[in-house]
């Protein structure tokens, strides 16, 4: 079965020839022709089948057939998913000279408010810097808006998590009713937040890959675990790197603070690792350079938090470091789902601390699989060969991060944060907030 016979115009086949894509995959399948038939959809299926394609093609489709602004609305967790979705839609819709924009935090203010005034075809924003326009930019800003057609949570399960909570009342605001548009969910992990919309809304279409959690893992990963003492993790990393099957190898570091990345960024230079690093204190510019210059293979290795670990399509991922383990198990899953993509091979190697126990029962139940110790890391040989340098190599990073203030950026906007959030709480809204 082609594109065609799910109903997508000829125009777009077209496009998706030129894009070298044919087939339509599983979740496509599912969903293009209930979307195009109007109804509301949640699409569960692991990363890189296609979930982009999935809602962009149908919107895409209704919009060429009466073109308008602002036709939809993409909201998404972090600024590199929506930069890759952005990429997307401008790419499959090339031929009809389809606007889009990118609305996300470290950019100008006003140099994007007067960009969402000119009223693109489409919208991809991350919740917290379009509600920020929503609360200070005025009517003339939002109010096309008002008229979206389409609204789309992609990686919905994180942004149905409280964290976005407050984001999404102020944006569901001001866009039209749920009975007046059509809401598209996508995400990789279905939880029960997720399939709770479905009992609100008995005409919502789901689509959840068959056996989904019993394959989330890719049977190409290798699995291993590595025990470490706490203090001394770094000497660790620096052997892993060094080992012959990951030498050279293009890879992802994962670690749960800012902090954590930069200095092992700082280190790794200094002990002569071709590296680059993503994470929210970086500006944007920076963020967008480091993917750049990883999938262009400038630098083998990217030591990220987990703004890098959501839908990001970065090919040739060889193996996933956890330098620190995640405290939920389903961000477990979406890290190690960077690498084994499309049939590859990869391994995920996670640096287990004495404080990490209960997190790999925690894992090790979600994926119904056990990981396995990695035999070549070598206790003595970490002493030996890799402590004292390595230890210097921090040292010297951590003095460095200090006379150049890291971190106080971002304690000054927590601050500022925690200001403008009392006032809120203060001042009662004029207006009660839609559902989904």
Same mark, same amino acid.
Not at 65 to 79: H, N, Q
Not at 167 to 185: E, Y
């Given at each position: 079965m082609g594109f065609e016979e799910l109903g997508v115009s000829k125009w777009l086949c077209e496009t998706l020839n030129n894009m070298k894509i044919y087939e339509p995959s599983s979740i496509q399948k599912a969903c293009i022709p209930e979307i195009l038939k109007g109804k509301n959809c949640i699409g569960g299926a692991k990363t890189g089948s296609g979930k982009t394609i999935a809602f962009g093609l149908p919107m895409l489709n209704k919009w060429a057939e009466d073109p308008f602004a602002i036709c939809g609305l993409v909201l998404t967790p972090t600024r590199e998913l929506a930069i890759q979705i952005a990429e997307q839609f401008t790419a499959l819709g090339s031929s009809m000279n389809i606007r889009v924009e990118v609305i996300v935090g470290g950019e100008d203010m006003i140099k994007q408010a007067l960009k969402i005034q000119q009223k693109p075809h489409f919208i991809i924003a991350t919740p917290g810097r379009l509600a920020d326009h929503i609360m200070h930019s005025g009517e003339d800003t939002i109010n096309g808006l008002r008229r979206v057609k389409y609204l789309v949570l992609d990686e919905a399960d994180r942004l149905l998590s409280n964290s976005f909570g407050k984001d999404l009342q102020r944006i569901f605001g001001i866009i039209p009713d749920s009975k007046k548009r059509q809401t598209l969910l996508f995400t990789a992990t279905v939880t029960d937040a997720v399939r709770a919309l479905k009992e609100k809304d008995d005409k919502v279409f789901v689509h959840e890959v068959e056996s989904f959690d019993k394959f989330i893992i890719p049977a190409t990963l290798s699995k291993y675990y590595v025990l470490v003492p706490s203090q001394v993790k770094e000497p660790y990393l620096h052997q892993i790197l060094k080992l012959p099957k990951y030498d050279n190898k293009i890879g992802i570091i994962f670690v749960n603070r800012t902090k954590t990345a930069e200095l092992i960024r700082r280190m790794l230079r200094k002990l002569e690792f071709r590296v680059t690093s993503l994470h929210s204190e970086m500006p944007q510019s920076e963020r967008v350079n480091?993917?750049?210059?990883?999938?262009?293979?400038?630098?083998?290795?990217?030591?990220?938090?987990?703004?890098?670990?959501? +839908?990001?399509?970065?090919?040739? $991922?060889?193996?996933?470091?956890?330098?620190?383990?995640?405290?939920?198990?389903?961000?477990?899953?979406?890290? $190690?789902?960077?690498?084994?993509?499309? +049939?590859?091979?990869?391994?995920? /190697?996670?640096?287990?601390?004495?404080?990490?126990? $209960?997190?790999?029962?925690? /894992?090790? =139940?979600? /994926?119904?699989?056990?990981?396995?110790?990695?035999? &070549?890391?070598?206790?003595?040989?970490?002493?030996?060969?890799?402590?004292? $340098?390595?230890? =210097?190599?921090?040292? &010297?990073?951590?003095?460095?991060?200090?006379?150049? +203030?890291? +971190?106080?950026?971002?304690?000054?906007?927590?601050?500022?944060?925690?200001?403008?959030?009392?006032?809120?709480?203060?001042?009662?809204?004029?207006?009660?907030?839609?559902?989904?």
């Amino acid at each position: 079965m082609g594109f065609e016979e799910l109903g997508v115009s000829k125009w777009l086949c077209e496009t998706l020839n030129n894009m070298k894509i044919y087939e339509p995959s599983s979740i496509q399948k599912a969903c293009i022709p209930e979307i195009l038939k109007g109804k509301n959809c949640i699409g569960g299926a692991k990363t890189g089948s296609g979930k982009t394609i999935a809602f962009g093609l149908p919107m895409l489709n209704k919009w060429a057939e009466d073109p308008f602004a602002i036709c939809g609305l993409v909201l998404t967790p972090t600024r590199e998913l929506a930069i890759q979705i952005a990429e997307q839609f401008t790419a499959l819709g090339s031929s009809m000279n389809i606007r889009v924009e990118v609305i996300v935090g470290g950019e100008d203010m006003i140099k994007q408010a007067l960009k969402i005034q000119q009223k693109p075809h489409f919208i991809i924003a991350t919740p917290g810097r379009l509600a920020d326009h929503i609360m200070h930019s005025g009517e003339d800003t939002i109010n096309g808006l008002r008229r979206v057609k389409y609204l789309v949570l992609d990686e919905a399960d994180r942004l149905l998590s409280n964290s976005f909570g407050k984001d999404l009342q102020r944006i569901f605001g001001i866009i039209p009713d749920s009975k007046k548009r059509q809401t598209l969910l996508f995400t990789a992990t279905v939880t029960d937040a997720v399939r709770a919309l479905k009992e609100k809304d008995d005409k919502v279409f789901v689509h959840e890959v068959e056996s989904f959690d019993k394959f989330i893992i890719p049977a190409t990963l290798s699995k291993y675990y590595v025990l470490v003492p706490s203090q001394v993790k770094e000497p660790y990393l620096h052997q892993i790197l060094k080992l012959p099957k990951y030498d050279n190898k293009i890879g992802i570091i994962f670690v749960n603070r800012t902090k954590t990345a930069e200095l092992i960024r700082r280190m790794l230079r200094k002990l002569e690792f071709r590296v680059t690093s993503l994470h929210s204190e970086m500006p944007q510019s920076e963020r967008v350079n480091s993917i750049h210059r990883f999938k262009a293979g400038a630098a083998k290795i990217l030591i990220a938090t987990d703004v890098a670990s959501r +839908g990001l399509d970065i090919p040739n $991922v060889e193996f996933v470091i956890n330098y620190d383990m995640p405290a939920d198990p389903d961000d477990f899953v979406h890290r $190690v789902g960077r690498t084994a993509r499309a +049939g590859k091979k990869g391994d995920s /190697i996670s640096m287990i601390t004495e404080n990490d126990v $209960v997190r790999i029962l925690a /894992i090790e =139940e979600r /994926i119904n699989d056990k990981l396995t110790l990695l035999e &070549e890391v070598k206790d003595d040989v970490t002493v030996n060969e890799y402590l004292k $340098v390595t230890t =210097e190599a921090k040292r &010297e990073s951590l003095m460095e991060m200090d006379r150049e +203030g890291f +971190g106080e950026l971002k304690a000054k906007n927590k601050r500022k944060h925690e200001q403008t959030n009392s006032k809120s709480k203060k001042s009662k809204p004029s207006k009660k907030s839609k559902d989904i």
